[in-house]
């Protein structure tokens, strides 16, 4: 069956970096779009990035445009999303999803998330 399963999330201070990856199994990875959403305390679901089938094309939210960066290892069935100059603002937790093919960026099969946390 479809599994995702983050990991890499933390504690880290404004201004910071951090990493955080998704390891994939039960599908073709290779195949799919993939993407992260984000949750934050008391909000709700928000789209941050996803990345085409061979990684070739990247999207991002505007509020993380060129501070995050999205990436694949086809090989290793695994994604990631590299985080810099993080902010308070960027507090939530975060799931990788497999994209349901068409348009849009919804996710059909979610990890169980991550913990990202900026504070000082």
């Known amino acids: 069956q479809v599994q995702l399963a983050e990991s890499g999330g933390g504690l880290v201070q404004p201004g910071g970096s951090l990493r955080v990856s998704c390891a994939a199994s039960?599908?073709?990875?290779?195949?799919?779009?993939m993407e992260w959403f984000r949750q934050a305390p008391g909000k709700g679901l928000e789209w941050v990035s996803g990345i085409t089938s061979g990684g070739a094309l990247t999207y991002y939210h505007d509020s993380v445009k060129g501070r995050f960066t999205i990436s694949r290892d086809n090989d290793n069935y695994t994604l990631y999303l590299t985080m810099n100059n993080l902010r308070a603002e960027d507090t939530a937790l975060y799931y990788c999803?497999?994209?349901?093919?068409?348009?849009?960026?919804?996710?059909?099969?979610w990890g169980q998330g991550t913990q990202v946390t900026v504070s000082s």
């Open positions: 999803a497999r994209n349901l093919p068409g348009p849009g960026w919804a996710g059909d099969y």
């Open positions: 039960g599908f073709t990875f290779s195949n799919y779009y």
